[in-house]
């Protein structure tokens, strides 16, 4: 399914030791990886720029359905997210981008 | 004065020069109400990502305005009674900005469709977005 939980269980896990995404912390008798916190993909991106008419961004931030993705899962920033979120449903009143695609090919 | 712009689908059987004129008379209600138009976009002829009104393809304009409310609260007004324009928008906005990334013409009368478009450089917005990716 699509809403898979990030697997949160990796702290501590041998595995993650390459993974640029873990900073290691050494404590007084073993050492664990903690994950590291994202940044905002948006940040180089002044608020200006997301508007209803930059369709090729719209659509990054847009699940196959034409759902508006989560910040959960994107992390963008509180503000960018909410002009995004406002900049979608412009669009999507000026038939730009479609309310909803039904015509998913099932798994 | 506030700043505005509107957007609005004209049908797609509208002939350019229709089109144009179309443009034009709506133009004339914000500068009788003593308003600017900043600029004027044409999208070319689009297709929609749902049928509005029967129509699956259409007309997109963008007017930049700087008027007064009354003289938007007017367009508005006129916009909605016409049978042409299929849907429209009027939205508020800090500032004007430059050519959006939909412009094709100033007028519908500039547009060749034959006419090959010259490949844009991508901007640093693009650069930035082909990072961009998420596992859904």
Request: net charge positive.
């Amino acid at each position: 399914m699509a809403f898979q939980k990030p697997n949160q269980n990796n702290a501590g896990a041998p595995q993650a030791a390459g993974d640029e995404n873990y900073i290691k912390v050494s404590l007084v008798n073993q050492s664990v990886f903690i994950r590291k916190k994202k940044s905002c993909p948006l940040r180089t991106i002044p608020l200006a720029e997301i508007n209803y008419k930059n369709l090729r961004l719209l659509n990054k931030f847009l699940s196959e359905r034409g759902k508006i993705l989560p910040s959960r899962i994107t992390n963008v920033e509180v503000k960018k997210q909410r002009a995004l979120a406002n900049a979608i449903k412009k669009a999507r009143h000026l038939a730009l981008i479609s309310q909803i695609k039904k015509d998913l090919t099932t798994n | 004065m506030p700043r505005y712009e509107t957007v609005f689908i004209a049908r797609q059987d509208l002939t350019v020069e229709d089109l144009d004129a179309l443009t034009a008379k709506l133009s004339k209600i914000i500068t009788d109400e003593k308003g600017k138009i900043v600029s004027k976009e044409y999208w070319g002829l689009r297709s929609l990502a749902y049928k509005v009104k029967k129509n699956s393809r259409g007309h997109y304009v963008l007017l930049n305005i700087d008027a007064k409310y009354a003289a938007v609260a007017e367009l508005n007004r006129v916009m909605g009674f016409n049978e042409d324009i299929i849907r429209s928008a009027t939205y508020t906005v800090e500032e004007h900005t430059g050519e959006s990334p939909l412009f094709v013409s100033t007028t519908a009368k500039d547009f060749k469709p034959g006419k090959v478009s010259v490949k844009k450089e991508p901007s640093k917005i693009d650069l930035v977005l082909d990072q961009v990716q998420f596992d859904v």
